[in-house]
């Protein structure tokens, strides 16, 4: 059973994650500014000596004296001055490629844990779930085992969460749409009756516009007329697309799966939160996914 204590001391323990990721951005940040400030430098200072090599100012100067003891210059390209301004921007430039992008390790924060605890009301502590290790097998081996299970469980309930309906609750909800359509089509011939000059009343509908008007209702009309025809042709359409979703499942079905996936879910992350944090007290490095419930990270059950 994780005590209050030891509670705190995980959420002490990320927070003082968070704090060195932060300062370890941060100097990769200024390092990159500083060999990108280097490199712009050693460019212009590169274009300028290629400029004077054109204007043929980029010299080497030996001094000496001729035959006759007097004073000589003797002027050469300086090719060197331009390999070694060539070199030093290779040099930089490799710099850089070593340097790369910050890498940052997925991980969870404190920021998250603490946003997610605090929607919770009433919680309990439950005991860590042993490790089902393997004969010799170490925690931080058996890491990536745990964590692959969770992630196949997400993974699955995710597909299941999209999964298609059946056939049979899209032909109800198709049959009533049509119903519906059909109910609004009736022509009313009632007032005809009592008034010569009154026709059959036909089913409209409102046309928005700069005003208001109202049109005959003819999708209505030809419900009303052809409903049951209407009913048959959409239903055997259905059945052809029905085809494309072999892994349909009832909202019954579905939901009962869900719940499956979850329990099973809770399981795996509890175990994989068990397994870091086995690991961390043995000395070694690990660090919890960045979306685990934070529940299995602390050891902890919502109630009622």
Same mark, same amino acid.
């Given at each position: 059973?994780?005590?209050?204590?030891a509670?705190?001391?995980?959420?002490? *323990?990320?927070?003082?994650?968070?704090?060195?990721?932060t300062?370890?951005?941060?100097?990769?940040?200024?390092?990159?500014?500083?060999?990108?400030?280097?490199?712009?430098? &050693?460019?212009?200072?590169?274009? /300028?000596?290629?400029?004077?090599? /054109?204007? $043929?100012?980029? #010299?080497h100067?030996?001094?000496?004296?001729?035959?006759?003891?007097?004073?000589?210059?003797?002027?050469?390209?300086?090719?060197?001055?331009?390999?070694a %301004?060539?070199?030093?921007?290779?040099?930089?430039?490799?710099?850089?490629?070593?340097?790369?992008? &910050?890498?940052? +390790?997925?991980?969870? +924060?404190?920021?998250?844990?603490?946003?997610?605890?605090?929607?919770?009301?009433?919680?309990?502590?439950?005991? /860590?779930?042993?490790?089902?290790?393997?004969?010799?097998?170490?925690?931080?081996?058996?890491?990536?085992?745990?964590?692959?299970?969770?992630? $196949?469980?997400?993974?699955?309930?995710?597909? *299941?969460? =999209?999964?298609?309906?059946?056939?049979?609750?899209?032909?109800?909800?198709?049959?009533?749409?049509?119903?519906?359509?059909?109910?609004? $089509?009736?022509?009313?011939?009632?007032?005809?009756? %009592?008034?010569?000059?009154?026709?059959?009343?036909?089913?409209?509908?409102?046309i928005?516009?700069?005003?208001?008007?109202?049109?005959?209702?003819?999708?209505?009309?030809?419900?009303?007329?052809?409903r049951?025809?209407?009913?048959?042709?959409?239903?055997?359409?259905?059945k052809?697309?029905?085809?494309?979703?072999?892994?349909?499942? +009832?909202?019954?079905? =579905?939901?009962?799966?869900?719940?499956?996936?979850? &329990?099973?879910?809770? &399981? %795996?992350? *509890?175990?994989?939160a068990?397994?870091?944090?086995?690991?961390?007290?043995? $000395?070694? +490095?690990?660090?919890? *996914?960045?979306?685990?419930?934070?529940l299995? #990270?602390?050891?902890?059950?919502?109630?009622?």
């Open positions: 059973m994780i005590s209050p204590e509670a705190a001391a995980i959420l002490d *323990r990320l927070s003082f994650e968070d704090e060195e990721l300062a370890a951005s941060r100097l990769h940040a200024a390092q990159r500014q500083a060999t990108n400030r280097e490199e712009a430098e &050693a460019l212009a200072e590169r274009a /300028r000596l290629a400029d004077a090599d /054109r204007q $043929g100012t980029l #010299v100067e030996t001094r000496g004296r001729d035959q006759h003891g007097n004073a000589t210059l003797d002027r050469t390209r300086d090719e060197k001055r331009l390999k %301004a060539d070199a030093r921007i290779d040099s930089i430039r490799r710099k850089k490629e070593l340097l790369g992008a &910050a890498l940052q +390790t997925p991980r969870l +924060t404190a920021a998250r844990a603490k946003t997610e605890l605090a929607k919770y009301a009433n919680l309990e502590p439950v005991e /860590r779930p042993s490790l089902p290790l393997g004969k010799n097998e170490r925690a931080v081996d058996a890491l990536p085992r745990f964590r692959q299970a969770s992630l $196949g469980i997400i993974e699955e309930i995710t597909a *299941r969460e =999209k999964a298609a309906r059946t056939f049979e609750e899209v032909e109800r909800q198709a049959h009533a749409e049509i119903d519906r359509i059909a109910n609004r $089509g009736l022509p009313k011939t009632l007032r005809m009756f %009592a008034n010569a000059n009154v026709g059959i009343d036909w089913p409209v509908h409102e928005n516009g700069p005003s208001f008007h109202k049109v005959p209702d003819g999708i209505a009309l030809v419900a009303f007329l052809l049951d025809k209407l009913k048959a042709e959409i239903s055997a359409l259905l052809i697309n029905a085809r494309a979703f072999p892994d349909a499942m +009832t909202a019954e079905e =579905k939901a009962a799966r869900l719940a499956e996936l979850q &329990a099973k879910r809770d &399981a %795996a992350e *509890r175990i994989e068990a397994c870091v944090e086995r690991i961390i007290a043995e $000395g070694g +490095t690990a660090y919890h *996914r960045p979306d685990i419930s934070i299995a #990270v602390m050891s902890l059950r919502a109630t009622v």
